[in-house]
């Protein structure tokens, strides 16, 4: 079957970093999808990678390893306004966006 | 950035009534768009997917005759919850993907609906 896995909940300060990881198993692969979603809002888009290295975009980096079925969200400079679920997305070799359950983050002063 | 908007926001109606949801794409056509229902801290889970002029595709376990679902223009596709029951209480997203952009492009999401079903 298809997994994507992603831990369930994170806790970090104001300022500091944090690295969310996501693995998956899928069949196939035709990139990996970030999507920060606040509560109670529909998600909105952070990064697509599809082949491996990192991606920067402002405070906000993205990592794939396509051997390893391993990706991150890198978070720089947290804010309180970085409070919220981060979903991990793979399309699949059908173009099927499988999504992860979401990792809730959690940005204490 | 291109714009999906979902109506109405949210909606609280009587068990055995059926509700209709809309979803536009207000400044780009989208040839495919997605619907998704999302329980309380959970994530996304796509019900299915619209094609405009064209039948639906559901995903396993979603009922078709009780999700309508219909994609009339290249800007607007509707989902209706049929005789809807307190079960069927939930979020419910929209995305759309800009035609043309290929199955990997950015979707775009609506601002999602909220379904209390009394």
């Known amino acids: 079957g298809q997994n994507i896995d992603q831990p369930t909940e994170m806790t970090a300060t104001e300022g500091a970093i944090v690295q969310i990881n996501c693995t998956y198993q899928t069949s196939g692969f035709n990139g990996l999808f970030w999507y920060q979603q606040h509560a109670g809002e529909a998600p909105t888009f952070l990064s697509y990678?599809?082949l491996d290295g990192l991606e920067e975009k402002g405070r906000f980096s993205s990592f794939l390893s396509r051997s390893k079925g391993y990706s991150y969200l890198l978070l720089k400079e947290l804010q309180m306004k970085d409070s919220a679920s981060y979903l991990c997305?793979?399309?699949?070799?059908?173009?099927?966006?499988?999504w992860g359950a979401g990792t809730k983050l959690i940005i204490k002063p | 950035g291109a714009v999906v908007s979902q109506h109405p926001s949210w909606v609280i109606c009587k068990s055995g009534t059926s509700v209709k949801i809309e979803c536009r794409s207000l400044?780009?056509?989208?040839?495919?768009m997605f619907w998704y229902r999302q329980f309380p801290k959970q994530s996304l889970m796509l019900m299915a997917t619209?094609?405009?002029?064209?039948?639906?595709?559901?995903e396993q376990g979603v009922e078709k005759d009780k999700f309508l679902i219909n994609h009339a223009s290249l800007t607007l596709s509707t989902l209706t919850v049929t005789s809807a029951h307190p079960e069927d209480s939930s979020f419910y997203i929209c995305?759309?993907?800009?035609?043309?952009?290929?199955?990997?492009?950015?979707?775009?999401f609506g601002e999602g609906s909220r379904l209390t079903v009394l």
């Open positions: 997305a793979v399309l699949d070799s059908n173009y099927q966006l499988i």
């Open positions: 990678n599809v």
């Open positions: 619209s094609n405009e002029g064209s039948k639906a595709t559901y």
């Open positions: 400044d780009f056509q989208a040839t495919t």
């Open positions: 995305s759309a993907r800009p035609s043309g952009s290929g199955d990997t492009g950015e979707l775009f």
